[in-house]
């Protein structure tokens, strides 16, 4: 279990190593959920950690747990995040998470063998299957089937746009399995993917609550037709009412923001039928998500959102229907667990404040059934979900000793209900 490199120098090249797999000519990686390079990742991360002595398991919807035991029946403090990716994604966005666990968790077992020491817990490096949920939808699938969010039968038969299973796809890379984990604590380090920690010259967010979020897959129905030589009046134009949803988006962001709570609408998929040149589209797939601070804010920018439909429907002459929708509410996270991150960040010397998650993560899941500590390091300019995604050594180093220090009071303890 001993390093043969200094701890810092050994993960900044597991970092270099990880970000080859999947690696993009823009930098990033593309490693969508259970695809055969995802399929890589996860062989990549159960070699560096059967290495060090910790056993590898993967759950019936496709988690993968690196486990060691320190104390038999103990349940496990877990530290985690996902290897998977937006297409053209970043490489640090769950990766560096993921890898930030396992090396806290390598530093603290070698420290607990120096020092003779049982800690209270076990300890356990998850990586969350399909967190991105870009070819499965909906994105953070594993933990929320591990928290029992969504039932796993309903996981797996979930497809991708070419019909595949997850199902399917999990076993064609081998990572389908039937073990269960019995855990105590939950804590994630990942980029802050926003400004804030970087505008505020802070190294470490303590993640105070999420933002809600509203996300729905609607369909528009049009009806296909001649783009030349159909008149105006006769057209049910797909295309016009899915593109009318889209701006209406925008303009209820722009009017429902307050001075304290914002409000955040995108649309991320738009997929047109039969998308040819000369043919009025005949249907639209796409995905609105609304999302806010703020819970009363957002129920009204979601109602308005629905009465703009309506009025879509109408001008456009289509018809719009509503599918499956992925819902999380704005929610704290555990306050002990922050006043334990504050200590540790002190205790450290890292300037240190707390922050909002926009987006969602795993741990937005595992706060709702075990205690959790949410952690961020500075993401530069706030690039997210893009090639140029990027994080200083520095800044990466400090969040593994920060997460290390974290992981080691609540092995020890200190972070119980
Ligand atoms: C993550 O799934 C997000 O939508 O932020
Ligand atoms: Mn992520
Ligand atoms: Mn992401």
Redesign the pocket.
């Known amino acids: 279990m001993a390093y043969e490199t200094p701890p810092d120098d050994a993960f900044l090249a597991d970092f270099r190593s990880l970000s080859t797999i999947g690696a993009t000519a823009g930098g990033g990686v593309d490693r969508q959920a259970a695809t055969p390079v995802d399929g890589q990742s996860r062989t990549w991360f159960r070699g560096l950690m059967e290495g060090h002595g910790f056993d590898v398991h993967y759950d019936e919807v496709g988690n993968q747990f690196a486990l060691l035991q320190l104390v038999p029946g103990a349940p496990y403090l877990v530290l985690g995040s996902h290897l998977d990716?937006?297409p053209l994604?970043g490489r640090f966005?769950?990766a560096y998470g993921v890898l930030a666990g396992a090396h806290a968790a390598l530093r603290l077992a070698g420290r607990l063998a120096a020092e003779g020491r049982t800690p209270a817990l076990n300890i356990a490096v998850a990586n969350w299957f399909n967190?991105?949920g870009c070819r499965f939808k909906p994105s953070m699938m594993g933990s929320s089937v591990f928290t029992g969010k969504l039932p796993a039968e309903q996981a797996l038969q979930t497809t991708d746009p070419h019909g595949v299973t997850v199902q399917q796809a999990l076993e064609d890379i081998g990572t389908h399995g039937d073990f269960t984990l019995d855990i105590a604590c939950y804590a994630e380090i990942h980029i802050e993917?926003g400004r804030s920690l970087e505008d505020a010259g802070l190294t470490i967010g303590l993640v105070e609550s999420t933002w809600g979020a509203n996300k729905y897959e609607f369909v528009v129905h049009g009806e296909q037709a001649h783009t030349g030589a159909t008149v105006i009046a006769d057209r049910h134009d797909a295309l016009l009412g899915a593109s009318s949803l889209v701006v209406a988006a925008r303009e209820i962001a722009e009017q429902h923001s307050t001075d304290d709570h914002m409000v955040i609408t995108s649309c991320g998929e738009f997929t047109v039928f039969p998308n040819s040149p000369v043919v009025v589209a005949s249907q639209v797939k796409l995905l609105v998500d609304v999302r806010s601070t703020d819970a009363d804010v957002l129920a009204a920018a979601d109602a308005e959102l629905h009465r703009r439909i309506a009025d879509i429907e109408q001008r456009a002459d289509v018809r719009i229907e509503r599918g499956a929708e992925h819902i999380w509410d704005a929610k704290a996270y555990d306050q002990a667990g922050m006043e334990l991150a504050a200590a540790s960040a002190d205790e450290l010397g890292l300037s240190h404040g707390t922050v909002r998650t926009l987006?969602g993560h795993d741990s937005t899941n595992l706060k709702d059934i075990v205690p959790t500590i949410m952690l961020f390091v500075p993401s530069v300019e706030g690039i997210?979900?893009n090639e140029r995604e990027l994080t200083s050594d520095e800044d990466m180093l400090d969040g593994v000793r920060m997460l290390t220090e974290v992981a080691g009071r609540v092995l020890a303890g200190e972070f119980v209900r």
């Open positions: 990716s937006q994604g966005d769950g967190e991105e993917q987006a997210s979900h």
